[in-house]
């Protein structure tokens, strides 16, 4: 091998070795999960969900399983704190805020919104317990 090549090996491995800032990383993205069930309890299967940021337009898509439950990860940075959310099953629809602290690179971000019949109710305190269970469930 050349002196020439050899360099530009060296070169192209430390490149291919240098860290980026990836999109699955925690500051990158706001996940709101929960379950969707009809006025008597009973899971909804199958709903479509939509998360739009307000500010943009753009919408993040899901749907519920046979337990009623969604997850969607919106891509959201650290300068999205406090950007307002319209979350939409079918023609119900709720307005939420991304709240996290911007510092915090270091636990998931999210919330939870349950709907119930027609009333959302966000389970905030619930998220962590709620996502844990999920990525438990979804490793099993």
Known sequence: MTRAAALVLLVVLTLAGTPVAAEHE???RYVVLGFVKDTKGHAMSGRELELIR????????GATDAQGFFLIIARLGDESAGEDLTLKVGP????????FDPANHRDDRGTRVDLEGAKFVERS?????TLVDAVGAAQR
Request: glycine share 4%.
């Open 26 to 28: 925690v500051y990158y």
């Open 92 to 99: 119900a629809a709720t307005r939420l805020r991304a709240s």
């Open 54 to 61: 307000d500010k943009t337009g753009f919408a993040y898509l």
């Open 125 to 129: 305190a619930l998220f962590r317990s």
